[in-house]
């Protein structure tokens, strides 16, 4: 069994986006998790940081090393700061809102958001863009509007900064920036961030929301689903073959689902995620006749790296973040810091990396709708479903991957975080 959950440094980046980039900025224009193995016993289980083949936790390869020098600069504090790159998205969603019923001033109620003060370059905030969605939810009609959104966004790749993809040679490095970059996540799907889990045949991508409710979960699953769906066929110019996993049960709007995402959907299971197989990835890119490279295209993957000023199909500059939200970067240090070798590291370490005292650290991602406990609970769920529904390990080899010393608390704690004893999770 060779598990690999995805590093900290940035995941076979190509040699283009290494020499535009540098070694330094790569910490944090490539986050996307934690690097394990999982090979010969429970050791190569705990997660860790992977650095040039080195097990270990530091504040280098957390980023915190970018992060020291200058606070918290390299992190979206605040669900207020405004870093989405929102012209295309609002757009996006008025239209489908519209088309199905909705009332636009009922749509933009309580956002912030003015249709008229709306250009290429508005910025919006995590908190705005989120009570956009929920209106939508709430006043649009039909049990599609979450795959429709999804479709809208991919639509206008092409006049966005996303038109920067075309430059892509093929299925893996289009999806490394669709569901890894954060340069590419304020103007595509500003609310989710994919964790990447690798084993020897295929790659699992698990989302992880930021500013989303329980009641939105869903809603915003289908919609990111649908997004990556039909942003990679459009730029591919074909079809990806991949499968999902929810963990709801089988809905009863099933062709809508089959319509925007195919028939490889699953039911029930311990993962809502996107699955693809590695021979897929490494299928070269057609480019579509209205994305070919022409003089009218001004952006090439180069630009977009680092935070830098790109432009778009029109030639309108604008600057693209390679920030990374609070709750994520949380969620990486979580993940970095849960082996055994750093197991004091924690929330006031954390604050401390961040340049923030532990009580705005709690408020600002109360903020978010979050906290420091349930963003924790939220990494150890993951880790233990990985390991005992997907990969079916023993209860002594997933307590030591975890940390936990004894095995009456592992069990415990699977309960707790899952709902489910261990064996009932290896079913």
């Known amino acids: 069994m060779d598990l690999m959950l995805p590093r900290l440094i940035a995941l076979r980046d190509s040699a283009d986006e290494e020499k535009a980039a540098g070694a330094q900025r790569r910490y944090l224009t490539g986050l996307s998790g934690v690097g394990v193995s999982v090979n010969g016993g429970a050791d190569g289980l705990g997660v860790g940081v992977s650095v040039n083949g080195a097990l270990k936790v530091d504040a280098k390869a957390l980023g915190m090393g970018v992060i020291d020098s200058a606070g918290s600069a390299h992190v979206v504090m605040s669900s207020q700061d405004k870093v989405i790159v929102g012209y295309w998205l609002v757009r996006a969603a008025l239209n489908v809102a519209l088309s199905r019923g909705a009332n636009k001033n009922k749509l933009l109620r309580g956002t912030g958001i003015f249709e008229d003060a709306l250009q290429h370059q508005s910025l919006l905030s995590t908190k705005q863009y989120s009570s956009l969605l929920v209106n939508v939810q709430s006043q649009a009609r039909g049990g599609d509007v979450s795959f429709l959104l999804g479709g809208a966004f991919a639509s206008q790749w092409l006049s966005s900064p996303l038109n920067a993809l075309k430059a892509c040679e093929n299925v893996e490095q289009l999806l490394l920036q669709l569901t890894q970059r954060q340069t590419y996540r304020w103007c595509s799907l500003p609310l989710c961030q994919f964790q990447r889990f690798e084993n020897a045949d295929q790659i699992m991508l698990v989302p992880q929301f930021t500013g989303v409710s329980s ?213």
């Open 215 to 427: 009641k939105q979960l869903q809603f915003s699953i289908e919609m990111a689903f649908a997004s990556v769906v039909a942003l990679m066929k459009s730029i591919a110019n074909k079809r990806i073959r991949l499968s999902f996993s929810f963990t709801e049960s089988r809905p009863r709007n099933i062709a809508d689902y089959e319509t925007h995402l195919g028939l490889k959907l699953s039911f029930n299971r311990a993962f809502n995620s996107i699955c693809i197989e590695k021979d897929v990835l490494r299928q070269p890119l057609k480019l579509t006749a209205q994305s070919d490279c022409s003089a009218e295209s001004h952006v090439s993957l180069e630009g977009v790296v680092s935070n830098s000023a790109t432009q778009t199909k029109e030639g309108v500059s604008i600057e693209l973040q390679n920030r990374l939200s609070l709750p994520d970067f949380v969620r990486r240090y979580v993940y970095a810091s849960s082996n055994t070798q750093a197991a004091n590291i924690g929330l006031p370490e954390l604050a401390e990396a961040l340049n923030v005292s532990v009580a705005t650290l709690k408020r600002k991602l109360k903020e978010y709708g979050t906290s420091y406990r349930a963003l924790c609970e939220e990494v150890q769920r993951n880790h233990a479903l990985l390991l005992l529904s997907v990969h079916k390990v023993s209860n002594e080899t997933a307590a030591n991957a975890m940390g936990i010393n004894d095995l009456p608390n592992f069990r415990r704690t699977v309960k707790r975080l899952t709902g489910k004893t261990p064996s009932e999770l290896r079913i």
